[in-house]
């Protein structure tokens, strides 16, 4: 009885679910062909299968135009909700149906269950009922049961139609067992089981390669966040130090300024005081020379001679003058030294601050936990030719009166302009040219300049291309070496430096970008360093070439 009202379980659940959501029917309604849907599965099966008006049933393919009018079924509803009281809500697991995404079982009829496994032996997929006599039949326990899997087709041969246990190792790919005898005789065949078997080592093998770089990657990662936190701890430290030092330094001018201060007031008060008083008594001696002078005058004009001559000897005695030589003056300078005492203090202050601090104090060490360390410059030309760089002339940036050629390695200047296309990163004042190559890390080149002298150089890709100031050397974005007929001249930034060295047709450049270093040599039977600049490049360089006679050349070697 049971077992009878199990079965009819299972075929209401059958008979009443929506073959779309597969679940039971909710506002069942009927199609003209017979099956019937959930009102809004059917609708929104309909809506995104619609093309041009024709609508199918997604069990029996029929097709209906024009739609058809959707009425809920009564009597359905009603035999769902009565269903529905038994207590059945949902399919029991051994009932669960396939869906689009799912794998189904190959044994299933009419509407095919999920399968549970599929057999590699067998090349079929199972639900839990069909899967059983695996379990129960001695010969069927050997198979090789796996995940339920659609690619179980890929593992026959569409040749023989057999099943593909082998693999050929000349082609590469999985065979049957009679494809040795025509399409691979002769070929390196084995079982598959082995084939995988030594892949399947290889595989451990990377996989342990691959863990073993993550150890040492994290080990890395694990150095460089160390690195960080000492960084930042150290310039935390170095910047509250530094602060309390410039505070003290602060401090301790403040005070020098205020004691200074107070010395001069002081001095000032001293000096006003003996002027004033030296004032005084000079103030004091007008008077009595003021009164002396009216006495006489009034003398003068005595007309009795006697009384005159009686009186001239009390009237025309002077007491002592005091002298303007008596008079300590200062030659107008008074408390100037001071004052040139302390603009000497500030420049040395300056100087401090700007060169001795910025070029040793604020020096931060480089970040170089994994790189090696920087090799020395080498010394030899051998030694530099390691470092050679194949390097060329890009037209775009030349000026209209310069012919690249040689493959772009050679340029000369020529009477007419040339008929280059309009490009912005051609110079327009200055008859020069870049390199297409940008030039980072070691890097060696060598030109050779022919008809007079010429400038070899590097720059940034951002100088400028117009007026005056984008000429190597001229601004802040190029340094280059002038070289003349029997001398030579270092530019950068418009400051020039006279150099002495051999002459020679052919200069060596050697650059290590991120050393900051830019070395030019006079290359013949030996190197001879004509300049070397310490400095911190910001960007990658390019090489430069200028030549301004006509008729003049210069051109990058093929240095091996």
Not at 45 to 72: A, D, M, S
Not at 317 to 333: D, F, G, K, Y
Not at 362 to 368: A, C, F, G, N, S
Request: aromatic content about 6%; glycine content about 4%; hydrophobic content about 30%.
């Amino acid at each position: 009885m049971e077992e009878m009202a199990e079965k009819s379980v299972k075929l209401d659940l059958e008979t009443f679910s929506c073959s779309i959501c597969l679940d039971l029917l909710k506002d069942p309604v009927t199609i003209p062909c017979g099956h019937s849907y959930c009102m809004n599965c059917i609708k929104g099966y309909w809506n995104g299968k619609n093309k041009k008006g024709i609508h199918r049933c997604p069990q029996c393919r029929k097709t209906f135009t024009p739609r058809p009018v959707l009425e809920k079924s009564t009597m359905l509803a009603d035999l769902v909700k009565q269903l529905k009281k038994t207590g059945v809500q949902a399919a029991p697991a051994d009932l669960c149906h396939a869906g689009p995404e799912d794998v189904a079982c190959d044994f299933c009829s009419g509407r095919k269950l999920k399968a549970i496994k599929s057999c590699l032996f067998c090349l079929v997929s199972y639900c839990e009922k069909h899967l059983q006599p695996h379990y129960d039949v001695t010969p069927f326990k050997k198979h090789k049961l796996v995940e339920p899997s659609k690619s179980l087709q890929e593992n026959i041969c569409c040749r023989h139609d057999e099943v593909m246990k082998m693999f050929c190792r000349t082609d590469q790919k999985s065979i049957c067992y009679l494809c040795p005898v025509d399409d691979h005789k002769g070929h390196d065949t084995v079982s598959a089981a082995a084939e995988r078997t030594e892949r399947q080592r290889e595989l451990e093998g990377s996989r342990q390669q691959i863990q073993q770089r993550i150890q040492d990657r994290e080990k890395d990662v694990k150095l460089l966040q160390q690195e960080v936190e000492a960084i930042n701890q150290s310039a935390d430290k170095t910047v509250e130090d530094s602060e309390n030092i410039f505070t003290e330094l602060i401090r301790l001018i403040h005070k020098r300024s205020s004691d200074v201060k107070q010395q001069l007031r002081s001095q000032q008060q001293t000096e006003v005081s003996r002027v004033k008083e030296l004032q005084e008594k000079l103030e004091q001696e007008i008077t009595e020379l003021k009164r002396k002078d009216a006495e006489l005058k009034q003398l003068s004009h005595t007309e009795d001679h006697n009384q005159f001559l009686h009186n001239y000897p009390s009237v025309s005695a002077l007491s002592e003058s005091t002298h303007s030589s008596s008079i300590n003056t200062r030659p107008l300078r008074y408390f100037e030294d001071v004052t040139a005492a302390a603009s000497e203090l500030r420049e040395k202050l300056q100087d401090i601050l700007r060169e001795k601090w910025t070029n040793s104090s604020l020096t931060v060490t480089e970040v170089d936990v994994l790189l090696p360390q920087p090799e020395p410059e080498p010394k030899s030309r051998a030694a530099f030719l390691r470092y050679s760089c194949d390097i060329t002339l890009d037209p775009n940036t030349a000026n209209t009166y310069l012919l690249v050629s040689e493959g772009n390695r050679k340029v000369t200047v020529m009477r007419q302009p040339q008929s280059y296309s309009a490009h912005p990163d051609r110079f327009t004042e200055w008859c020069q040219v870049l390199s297409r190559e940008s030039l980072t890390g070691r890097c060696y080149w060598e030109v050779e300049r022919r008809g007079g002298g010429a400038d070899v150089a590097v720059a940034y890709k951002n100088i400028s291309r117009t007026g005056n100031e984008c000429g190597f050397g001229h601004n802040d974005k190029s340094w280059a070496l002038k070289c003349y007929q029997n001398s030579f001249e270092f530019w950068s930034n418009k400051m020039k430096a006279s150099i002495s060295g051999p002459q020679s047709s052919r200069v060596g450049v050697y650059l290590d970008h991120r050393a900051g270093i830019l070395s030019f040599y006079s290359v013949s039977e030996a190197m001879t360093l004509l300049h070397r600049v310490q400095t911190t490049f910001t960007q990658p360089l390019y090489a430069g070439v200028r030549i301004g006679w006509t008729g003049a050349t210069a051109e990058l070697c093929e240095v091996k």
